[in-house]
């Protein structure tokens, strides 16, 4: 069953620096998530794109966020310069996006700031 | 705002014993709930979809529009059923997921 596969596992970075944390979605999905989950709370949505674009971002998703799909494979997270707080698993995600159609979600990314 | 409470952090159960987690969403059209579970440092896994109207691993939920609940049951708690389970809403087809807080299930031996 194809799955969608996130790299780095982990990756440590020290504050103020730039991350990119790199997806690849199902290939005949349409729909890419990022979601991230701060240890010990929710599940929290970051980011939804489609057709190339962001079809919707939470108030979480600043500034200091950005998304790219540079290839039509790969579907990355940029984070400009991090902050202790962004310290969280991230979760990448994709959709056929047909009614009722699941997301899948990878393994995930364990993002630590120092 | 679509919101998806699930009152219960900890559910703990001896193996064998029912277990029932709680679910519910605010009212907002037509809900497409999901159930996903984490097993203990793996992936968000789908468990079950209301449309679908199965079970999986011997869990089922029940949409209660009535009630705006989907709480998942599962008669006979198993040991491999430890890990945390998620209850999402879809918005609508290709749009966001929101999850609620989740429900950590510990079966005891």
């Known amino acids: 069953e194809p799955e969608v596969t996130q790299t780095p596992s982990h990756q440590v970075t020290q504050m103020g620096q730039e991350v990119i944390l790199r997806c690849v979605p199902i290939?005949?999905?349409?729909?890419f998530y990022w979601y991230r989950q701060i240890l010990g709370q929710k599940v929290e949505f970051l980011v939804s794109?489609?057709?190339?674009?962001?079809?919707?971002k939470s108030e979480i998703f600043d500034d200091q966020f950005s998304v790219e799909r540079p290839d039509g494979s790969n579907f990355t997270l940029k984070i400009r310069s991090t902050k202790l707080e962004d310290s969280a698993m991230y979760f990448c995600?994709?959709?056929?996006?047909?009614?009722?159609?699941?997301?899948?979600f990878g393994n995930g990314t364990r993002l630590t700031v120092t | 705002a679509q919101r998806v409470t699930q009152p219960e952090k900890l559910l703990s159960v001896f193996k064998g014993a029912p277990v029932e987690l709680k679910c519910n969403y605010s009212?907002?059209?037509?809900?497409?709930l999901f159930w996903y579970v984490q097993y203990s440092r793996q992936r968000l896994q789908l468990l079950l979809r209301?449309?679908s109207r199965e079970s999986i691993k011997g869990f089922t939920a029940d949409l209660n529009k009535g009630e705006t609940s989907f709480h998942l049951k599962k008669p006979f708690a198993q040991e491999e059923d430890s890990a945390m389970y998620y209850c999402?809403?879809?918005?609508?087809?290709?749009?966001?997921?929101?999850f609620g807080g989740g429900t950590r299930v510990l079966v005891k031996p």
């Open positions: 995600a994709s959709s056929a996006g047909q009614i009722n159609s699941p997301l899948h």
């Open positions: 290939s005949n999905h349409l729909y």
């Open positions: 794109f489609y057709n190339n674009e962001i079809s919707e």
């Open positions: 009212y907002s059209g037509s809900p497409e």
């Open positions: 209301h449309i």
């Open positions: 999402a809403r879809l918005k609508a087809a290709g749009n966001k997921l929101t």
